[in-house]
């Protein structure tokens, strides 16, 4: 590409974002003063990402000049540079830089390390990416586990409020202040609602020998029905040639779901191994054909994803509401579960000031497709209060987006939230095999590597987690020593160009 016209086009990009600049500034004017900045870094990213940028890579680079690849938390500043030096090498007139307020990269490092040191509220000696951990149920009655996670690296303990009870929860709590005051180490709580889950109900089919099963076998093409009437399950009957005579039977935990699930939407039950798609639908019940099974049986309590359906559930359970004073009045940080839209977060913000918890650090959950296509909207509503994150919860996500695109989307959603300065937190199956095993895989080193790029990486339970733990801890120090962030190529974001759209118009 020659120079006039690399210099032209990305010109052009610059004026399209100075043009949107006052419409930006009236759109932040509620955001939280310690974000404002962030937010307006946010917009302009968002105007940027919706251009291909792809073919001005080369040729910067031909240049001397930066690629845009690494522009998400100082979007104007290195775009305006970039412009400047190419008008330098041709000899022509300088503008003088727009009156906006700017980023620059040190600047933009700087606003990331405050907002992830003003959430996490605690910084490692060795590494700046923080350590969290989550509890199982043992350590609420053996304070060594804690206490040798700790020792480990451990610098966040999360309780799951899916799992355990107020008992399990208050004993570990006590423990982590006791550990606390005796190490003088800044050990935060995280407390993860549980938000709406949708699963199959209790499945119990008794045999001509009086054996009880907990599950119905399934095979591709069969049609098995989803009802909201009370059932303990019925299995499909099949003919001598292999054709269904009578349909499988299972209910579901939300039973409200069956509104909202329309014609073809996609069904995915058990972490996706089993897969569907509505055939039909009644007032109280949706037929499913299987398309894929990579299990030979449904059983109880396995999760449903629908990444095709709009659901019209609350974020918040009436058991989630009814725990809340339990979360404020004893964690620093509060995971927020099943959070889809804008509406969400005031949603979660209305209950924060209706209990009196200005302080309170929350951190958004993407786990589903839903919320990663409205993720633009959720940061900026988000940025209303200065104590914020986002946790990347790939097992659901990646469940409902599809495995091949669960990199792509992760990357995504660590570019949107670098461009807001956002601290994020990598999470699901983290060193998995290692914690469970003890052995860990190479696919899950490379995955910490990659993980690197947040500001939290989250591990999970099981026997050997000390030794996950301390493992962790290794490869950090090792690859903060290398990196900051990253660079990459600039392909055009669906995302961006949707958001940018309903935000500021064409």
Not at 59 to 85: A, H, I, P, Q, W
Not at 177 to 190: F, G, N, V
Request: glycine share 6%; charged share 25%; hydrophobic share 40%.
């Amino acid at each position: 590409m020659r120079i006039e016209k690399l210099c032209n086009e990305l010109n052009e990009i610059l004026v399209s974002i100075i043009d949107k600049e006052s419409k930006i500034d009236e759109t932040i004017s509620e955001i939280d003063e310690e974000y404002r900045l962030s937010a307006k870094n946010l917009y302009r990213y968002l105007i940027l990402r919706s251009f291909d940028l792809r073919n001005y890579h080369s040729n910067l680079s031909d240049y001397g000049l930066s690629s845009l690849g690494t522009s998400e938390g100082y979007v104007y500043s290195n775009l305006y540079n970039v412009v400047k030096n190419l008008k330098l090498i041709q000899g022509l007139p300088i503008e003088e830089k727009s009156k906006i307020e700017i980023i620059g990269y040190k600047r933009s490092k700087e606003l990331v390390k405050k907002h992830a040191n003003t959430l996490f509220n605690t910084v490692s000696k060795n590494h700046f990416i923080r350590v969290m951990v989550t509890l199982p149920d043992e350590a609420a009655y053996d304070k060594s586990i804690i206490e040798k996670m700790v020792e480990s690296g451990m610098e966040i303990a999360r309780i799951n409020l899916s799992h355990g009870d107020i008992d399990i929860w208050t004993k570990m709590i006590q423990f982590i202040h006791e550990i606390r005051a005796e190490t003088k180490k800044d050990l935060r709580i995280y407390i993860d609602l549980s938000g709406p889950k949708i699963r199959t109900a209790q499945i119990e089919i008794t045999n001509k020998k009086g054996t009880v099963k907990k599950g119905i076998p399934i095979r591709v093409g069969e049609h098995i029905i989803v009802t909201k009437r009370v059932t303990l399950g019925k299995k499909s009957k099949f003919g001598k040639n292999g054709e269904q005579l009578t349909k499988a039977e299972v209910g579901v935990s939300l039973p409200e779901i069956i509104a909202d699930v329309k014609i073809d939407d996609i069904v995915l039950f058990d972490d996706g191994m089993i897969q569907s798609v509505v055939v039909s639908k009644t007032e109280n019940d949706i037929e499913l054909r299987i398309t894929h099974c990579y299990k030979s049986k449904l059983l109880s309590q396995k999760g449903i994803n629908l990444p095709n359906t709009k659901l019209n559930l609350p974020a918040l359970t009436r058991q989630d509401i009814d725990n809340l004073p339990f979360v404020f009045k004893n964690a620093d940080i509060v995971g927020y579960s099943f959070v889809r839209t804008s509406e969400d977060v005031k949603y979660l913000y209305r209950q924060l000031a209706l209990h009196n918890a200005p302080n309170l650090g929350v951190v958004f959950k993407i786990e589903n497709k839903e919320a990663f296509e409205n993720l633009p909207f959720i940061l900026f509503e988000g940025m209303k209060r200065n104590k914020i994150g986002v946790m990347i919860a790939r097992g659901d996500l990646a469940v409902e987006i599809g495995f091949e695109r669960i990199s792509e989307v992760q990357n995504e959603i660590l570019w949107l939230c670098e461009a807001a300065h956002i601290p994020v937190i990598w999470a699901t199956q983290v060193l998995e095999n290692l914690a469970k095993t003890g052995i860990p895989t190479r696919a899950e080193i490379s995955d910490v590597v990659q993980g690197v790029q947040a500001e939290c990486i989250m591990l999970n339970k099981g026997p050997y987690i000390n030794e996950a733990i301390l493992m962790l801890n290794n490869i950090l120090v090792r690859m903060e020593a290398h990196s900051f962030k990253k660079k990459n190529s600039l392909r055009p974001l669906n995302i961006a160009i949707n958001s940018i759209q309903q935000l500021l118009g064409k």
